[in-house]
Structures are given as C-alpha cells and as structure tokens.
C-alpha cells in the first residue's frame, strides 16, 4: 500500500509573506501523521516556502506548469524552474483550468510528460460533472479522461504519478462523494492503471478531491483504492489541515 498523500490546493489564495506565517503555523504544531503532507501553492509562494519548508516533511508543489521545457513561452513556469525552488509534485489537469483555461486532456497529457522529465510528481486530476453523473456515465467518462490525460505518460513513469479523482460536483460544493462513490470509481481507475501499467499500477496513489474535511477524510481514505486527499477549502485553514493529517 502506498503512503497517502494529503496534498493541499491553496488555489489562488495567500500572499508570499501570508504563505510563510501560515507555514510557520504549521510547522510550529505538526501533528503526528502517516501520511505525506504537500502544499499545492500558487507559484509565487514556492520560492519563501522552499526555504521555510525545506529542513520539513511538508513537500512543495506547483497547481500547474508549462508542457515546454523552456523559451518563448511568455507567463510560463517550467518544471526545471519548479524543482529549483524545491517543488516535488505539480497539479495537472485541475477541473478549474479544464474550466476556465480550456485544457484538453491532450493539453494535460503532455503537461504530466513535462513534470516527469522535469523530475516532478504530476497529480493529474480527473473526473465528471454533475450532469453526467446522473446519466449514470461518470466510470466511462472518468476512464476515457484518464487514458486521454496518461496518453503521454511512459510506462515506466508511471510509479511516479498520483491521480486524483476530483468529482466537479463536489469541488467547493460542500457535497461530498459517498465513500462508496468515491470507492467504486477508484477502483475502476486502479483497474484502468493495471490495464496501462501492469506491475506499476499498485504504486501509483489514488486520491479524493471534493470537499474532504477534518469530519469525512478517514472513511474516504480507509477505502481499499484510495491512498489520500485533494483538498481545497479546507486546506487553507491550519486547524483543518492538523485535523485532516491527524485522521489519516
Ligand atoms: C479542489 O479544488 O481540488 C478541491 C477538492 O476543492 P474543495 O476541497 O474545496 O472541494
């Protein structure tokens, strides 16, 4: 079983300087956890958080990167700039930027490439929204998504990916995915990796996303398929995350 991960989407939310004394807040009253803690911070926090986290067993990581390796690609970070400031993961495919920045799966398969050649752990998130839930279609579009989103990914990467199951229902909805919703569909997709990745597909972690909480984060995460959370609202509060880590 791998370790879970307990990876925290601050989305655009804290300043650098808001970044530090909430890191320091953290640090200053870690609880004993068996899971691995990473804060998805927005890129200009990673730098001061490097710094502050970097003697810590809080990894960094970025909520998106650049599928290019460098050049003339004006606004963007690449993966080799990530890793410089101490990031270990990258968020790819969030369901806000599938949203508002129009990413294809193509589009997130070949920024999940770029992560893993950059050294970094891509979490490639995947899941459906509400009207094709009650279509009852949400294994087969979830399923399609990820193979389109892994259409990049080589085989022998693939211990070295998390995906996260994010329902866009749920995200920052307050509706939660039953445990044994989210269990069902992480099953499906451990079948799927097994189907890609053979003997690689036991080490890849499957997370939660949907508004997981201090109150919900056990039993989703007791669930045989699923090795941890994606959280977003509650990530952004100490209390909560101390809450969430002493759960798991
Ligand atoms: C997310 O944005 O990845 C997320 C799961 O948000 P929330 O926890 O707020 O639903």
Redesign the pocket.
């Given at each position: 079983m791998p370790q879970n991960l307990l990876a925290l989407?601050w989305?655009m939310n804290k300043t650098p300087s808001q970044a530090i004394s909430w890191a320091k807040e953290l640090l200053a009253g870690l609880p004993q956890t068996s899971a691995e803690l990473a804060i998805m911070a927005p890129a200009i926090d990673l730098q001061g958080l490097g710094w502050e986290l970097k003697d810590s067993p809080v990894k960094l990581g970025a909520q998106d990167l650049s599928p290019h390796e460098s050049g003339a690609y004006t606004g963007e970070i690449s993966a080799a700039m990530l890793k410089d400031v101490g990031a270990s993961y990258a968020v790819v495919g969030?369901s806000?930027r599938r949203a508002y920045h129009a990413e294809s799966s193509q589009i997130v398969a070949a920024k999940a490439a770029s992560a893993i050649a950059g050294g970094l752990i891509p979490i490639i998130?995947v899941g459906e929204a509400l009207d094709v839930r009650e279509r009852g279609e949400q294994v087969a579009f979830t399923l399609d998504q990820l193979r389109d989103s892994l259409s990049q990914v080589p085989v022998l990467g693939a211990g070295e990916i998390v995906i996260?199951y994010?329902p866009v229902w749920?995200?920052?909805?307050g509706k939660t995915a039953t445990a044994q919703d989210a269990s069902e569909m992480a099953d499906a997709i451990r079948s799927a990796l097994v189907g890609l990745y053979r003997e690689y597909a036991d080490g890849v972690r499957i997370l939660y996303?949907?508004?997981?909480k201090p109150e919900n984060i056990a039993e989703l995460c007791a669930q045989p398929n699923i090795n941890g959370a994606?959280?977003?609202?509650?990530?952004l509060d100490v209390a909560s995350v101390v809450g969430m880590a002493r759960a798991l």
């Open positions: 989407n989305k969030h806000e998130c996260a994010e749920a995200i920052g909805t996303g949907g508004s997981v994606l959280v977003g609202g509650a990530s």
